[in-house]
């Protein structure tokens, strides 16, 4: 590792843990530095401890109103999650190998169907037949599927996020369509949570229909989807310079580890970063599952898993907020949603939202994107966003001084981001927004 990298890193305090982890200073799966092996934070360790596998987040017990003006009154909110737990998104090569435990996910119905027709669930099946088996796990689930436990995680979210705004502040009185606007991202599992979210907030929502508003997939900006072929020329760049190439080399030890355990050498998608790794791993901690062990018997140990999350930890920092142009990659990559925020509270300052509350269902890319251009990155180096992650955008009405923006983050207000100005935080979102971005991205 170069000393200009070592420089960098041990500028910023919470790397200094990711490098004690990535070189053997490892404490298991559940600690103060985080926990990836359930949804339940462990008794002893803080309520807001980061937890990968169901973020913290507003909750009646926790939460505090402003204090920088008194009888200011809550008017307006904008809340964008991450969805909760959900199978990998990635396969290795013979990922039917590599899993003791079958992923089952016929434990709550799946439905798909149009209005009009039959009220259609599917069920997801593996036939032992099936030639190209070894490809995926045993059981009923597909990739990247919702889990019951993901639903359940939902239904929580929602029941805590109405403790707040509607038994605390009394500013939600109903779910009904007129106050709440819903948008996902085209995944089922983001859909799924927003019903979760809604049942939480009023189990009576099981039985009824609420719409949830998407955009076309191919231009979709919650993951975001939009071609940015621009955005990925930085993004491309500053992937390719020593403060990214050597954390690569010198982690080529445990790539090499785990290349050999789970057939993933010489493949692409699983040497240029260690999303696929990060992924595959956290959702099996997250469940209870086993790390994955060959049929030589040789296993993934906790203390690689460990490293592969601090390392991850260091990657999403690195593209998203630390890098030279990162800035610029997320306004291109994200300015199409930083936009539909600004038009939000533009809406709102003229009068002319029709909404109390807009409620976002996205992605890890959605939520690390949002914190860096809200400025959460110029406090603190960022995490890979959790399961469940959670961006609150409130505003306050005093009596004199005019309208404030709070931002909560993960169930806690972001000190020296809790009580900006309208206008200006308006006015910040609008700096984030490229001109003329359809031009930016792809002229």
Do not use: M, Q
């Given at each position: 590792m170069t000393s200009s990298l070592w420089q960098w890193l041990l500028h910023i305090p919470f790397l200094c843990s990711v490098i004690g982890l990535v070189f053997g200073d490892t404490t298991g799966l559940a600690s103060t530095r985080g926990v990836y092996n359930s949804s339940i934070t462990p008794q002893g360790l803080p309520w807001n401890t980061y937890n990968y596998c169901n973020a913290p987040h507003v909750n009646a017990e926790h939460y505090r109103a402003p204090t920088h003006a008194s009888h200011a009154k809550l008017v307006n909110l904008n809340a964008v999650?991450?969805?909760?737990?959900r199978t990998p998104d990635n396969l290795y090569p013979k990922e039917n190998e590599l899993n003791t435990f079958p992923w089952e996910c016929a434990d709550f119905m799946q439905y798909s169907y149009g209005g009009g027709g039959a009220r259609i669930f599917h069920e997801t099946a593996s036939p032992p037949w099936h030639p190209f088996l070894s490809q995926i796990w045993n059981g009923t689930c597909d990739e990247g599927q919702l889990t019951k436990g993901g639903l359940e995680d939902a239904i929580r979210h929602g029941q805590d996020f109405w403790s707040v705004y509607h038994h605390e502040l009394g500013f939600l009185t109903s779910v009904n369509e007129r106050d709440i606007f819903i948008r996902t991202s085209t995944e089922t599992r983001t859909f799924q949570v927003a019903g979760g979210i809604l049942v939480g907030m009023d189990p009576r929502m099981s039985t009824q229909t609420f719409p949830v508003t998407t955009q076309p997939s191919p231009i979709d900006s919650i993951p975001p989807s939009y071609p940015c072929p621009n955005a990925d020329a930085i993004r491309s760049a500053f992937q390719s310079i020593p403060a990214w190439t050597d954390h690569l080399e010198a982690n080529a030890d445990l790539k090499a580890r785990l290349d050999s355990t789970l057939g993933t050498a010489g493949l692409d998608a699983w040497a240029s970063w260690y999303d696929h790794f990060f992924?595959?791993?956290?959702?099996?901690?997250?469940?209870?599952?086993?790390?994955?062990?060959?049929?030589?018997?040789?296993?993934?140990?906790?203390?690689?898993?460990?490293?592969v999350f601090a390392?991850?930890?260091?990657?999403?920092?690195?593209?998203?907020?630390?890098?030279?142009?990162?800035?610029?990659y997320s306004q291109l990559d994200f300015g199409v949603f930083m936009l539909e925020l600004a038009q939000n509270f533009k809406l709102f300052r003229s009068g002319e939202d029709p909404y109390k509350l807009r409620f976002y269902v996205g992605h890890d890319g959605t939520m690390i994107r949002l914190?860096?251009?809200?400025?959460?990155?110029?406090?603190?180096?960022?995490?890979?966003?959790?399961?469940?992650?959670?961006?609150?955008?409130?505003?306050?009405?005093?009596?004199?001084?005019?309208?404030?923006?709070?931002i909560i983050h993960e169930g806690t207000p972001v000190q020296g981001l809790d009580w900006q100005p309208l206008d200006a935080f308006i006015h910040?979102?609008?700096e984030q927004i490229p001109a003329d971005i359809f031009a930016r991205c792809t002229g």
């Open positions: 999650i991450r969805h909760h737990k992924d595959t791993f956290s959702s099996r901690t997250c469940h209870g599952h086993p790390l994955p062990c060959n049929s030589t018997g040789a296993c993934v140990s906790d203390a690689d898993a460990a490293k390392i991850g930890d260091f990657e999403y920092n690195y593209i998203w907020n630390a890098a030279e142009n990162a800035t610029a914190a860096a251009l809200l400025g959460l990155g110029k406090l603190g180096p960022l995490r890979w966003p959790a399961l469940g992650s959670e961006i609150i955008l409130e505003v306050w009405e005093t009596e004199k001084e005019g309208h404030f923006v709070r910040a979102l609008e």
